[in-house]
């Protein structure tokens, strides 16, 4: 696969392979493989950099540090909303 043939990448499987891999459930050796798939893409690749970035400053933060009253209010409604929205196929 190319560095640019990002059509043959699964989401699912691109997904699955960072949470692995960032959640520290493998083994050096399997890291190692995951990297090298991931490696086959730029798109992948910049993904799980992004990811890798991400978790550091979460990582990073301070447990003191709270978000503003009205983020926390919006998120929690946005929670709320998604998890009572039905949707109805039939």
């Known amino acids: 696969m190319s560095h640019d043939d990002h ?3 699964s989401s699912e499987e691109i997904e699955a392979l960072c949470c692995e891999l960032l959640d520290n ?3 050096e050796q399997r890291a190692e ?3 090298a798939r991931i490696s086959e893409c730029t798109c992948c ?6 990811e890798e970035e991400v978790r550091q400053m979460v990582k ?3 447990e003191s540090t709270h ?3 009205t983020l926390r209010a ?5 929670i709320h909303v998604s998890q009572t929205e039905v949707h109805w196929q039939g």
């Open 25 to 27: 459930c493998t083994s």
């Open 67 to 69: 978000a503003p009253e």
């Open 33 to 35: 493989e995951i990297r």
């Open 60 to 62: 990073g933060c301070d």
């Open 45 to 50: 690749s910049t993904r799980l950099d992004c």
């Open 74 to 78: 919006r998120i929690s409604y946005q």
């Open 7 to 9: 059509s043959r990448c």
